[in-house]
């Protein structure tokens, strides 16, 4: 009876060490990006023909809802991405409204959109190594910061994207280029819309293992989001 007992709690032991086991690799495969200054990416007018303001709008884990983060400190940090139960990234998505200004937009005079990051390596736990910006000219989103968060983030889900690494390689910049977009100008002013999120299979690439302690953090190498008008 005695070494029946043992057995059983022997067994008992070794099952709550795997749960225990499990239980913190949930944890190590969760993703963050930490920043020294989550300030640290800025959004730059490179031509005097167009003047350039913008709204961010991110969802916030505090309140349990979207809200407007443009004058805030960490207006750029996304929230952490779950590598186990990625239902839960849903509220990731940082949206960006760009509101351009200027008489160059009655001529249609294209506008390239540089963003730039400073890691080279495909392989460093750099935020750039693991994002996707997606951009696009959109009208109408709605009057309050979740309805344009909302909005947005449903377009995005389908459209393509632009990405810093690219298979084995890396750039550090990525170019995008608005044009013709004549009829989406109102009032003299310009709006085009960016995402800035995780790309899953980016994330799927680093491996994460029990030695990480509860999170992953990737720094934040994003420097820049440039405008100018073509030809400057």
């Not at 709006?191 to 995780?198: K, N």
């Not at 030695?211 to 190498?221: G, I, L, V, Y």
Request: hydrophobic residues 40%.
């Amino acid at each position: 009876m005695r070494r029946f007992q043992a057995k059983l709690i022997c067994a008992l032991l070794l099952m709550a060490l795997n749960l225990a086991t499990a239980f913190v690799g949930v944890y190590a495969w969760l993703v963050s990006n930490r920043q020294g200054d989550a300030s640290g990416m800025r959004i730059q007018m490179y031509t005097h023909e167009l003047d350039l303001s913008y709204r961010v709008y991110k969802y916030s884990d505090e309140v349990k809802g979207v809200i407007e983060a443009t004058d805030m400190p960490d207006a750029f940090t996304l929230l952490e991405y779950d590598s186990v139960f990625t239902d839960r990234n849903a509220n990731t998505p940082i949206i960006v409204d760009f509101s351009l200004t200027g008489a160059v937009l009655s001529e249609s005079t294209p506008i390239r959109v540089v963003s730039s990051c400073t890691a080279a390596s495909p392989t460093a736990k750099a935020l750039s190594n693991i994002i996707e910006l997606k951009f696009a000219l959109l009208n109408n989103m709605g009057e309050d910061a979740s309805a344009v968060w909302s909005n947005a983030v449903g377009y995005f889900e389908n459209a393509s994207g632009s990405r810093f690494k690219t298979g084995g390689g890396k750039s550090t910049s990525l170019s995008y280029v608005i044009g013709d977009y004549g009829s989406h100008v109102a009032n003299n002013t310009l709006h085009f819309f960016m995402q800035l999120d995780y790309a899953p299979d980016l994330v799927g690439e680093f491996e994460f293992d029990l030695a990480d302690s509860q999170t992953t953090a990737f720094s934040n190498d994003l420097t820049t989001i440039c405008c100018n008008v073509e030809g400057d």
